[in-house]
């Protein structure tokens, strides 16, 4: 009985550090694990794009060659109750960093009422089958993307943006 004990508190604390506490920014977790260059661009990243909202975030990187290697995390963006799921990876390249960022959540409602709601200063580019495409119009690598979910009754929601060694 003992060592079952021993062995479930062995893993908790195992499995709890992958889990960060809320706030703590993405970059924090990625000091000694990737380029200083890549630290600084997700800084950059996330002021401008998660900025003060509450997050968790649960990072992935080849510990065997950390600062050659993309670093991966999916962080939850708490706005007000409703969560939204960022995927930052993060790509040394020579001296530099690139990082693609993507936001995705989704909306109870159809996706004709969440562009006039989310999307409303984007312009319409395309189509990808049924998915509607967006570019923001004071950016022009900072794309959204309205899938139709059940029927039309809600609207999964990306928004993707590539930060290249800015």
């Not at 479930?8 to 709890?16: A, D, K, N, T």
């Not at 562009?115 to 950016?139: A, C, P, Q, S, Y």
Request: proline share 5%; glycine share 4%; aromatic share 10%.
């Amino acid at each position: 009985m003992l060592k079952k004990i021993i062995l479930c508190v062995s893993l908790i604390g195992f499995i709890q550090p992958a889990f960060s506490e809320t706030r703590p920014l993405i970059s924090d977790g990625m000091r000694g694990l990737t380029t200083n260059a890549c630290v600084e661009l997700v800084r950059k990243v996330e002021a401008k794009m998660i900025k003060n909202l509450p997050i968790r975030t649960h990072p992935i990187i080849n510990q065997d060659d950390p600062k050659n290697n993309v670093f991966s995390a999916t962080t939850i963006v708490d706005y007000n109750g409703n969560d939204s799921q960022v995927n930052m990876s993060v790509i040394p390249v020579k001296n530099s960093c690139n990082v693609v960022y993507m936001e995705t959540f989704v909306r109870s409602e159809p996706c004709i009422i969440s562009r006039e709601k989310i999307l409303k200063k984007w312009n319409f580019v395309g189509k990808l089958n049924e998915t509607m495409v967006f570019n923001f119009r004071r950016d022009d690598k900072f794309f959204g993307y309205l899938t139709p979910q059940g029927f039309n009754s809600s609207c999964l929601i990306s928004k993707r943006r590539v930060f290249y060694g800015e």
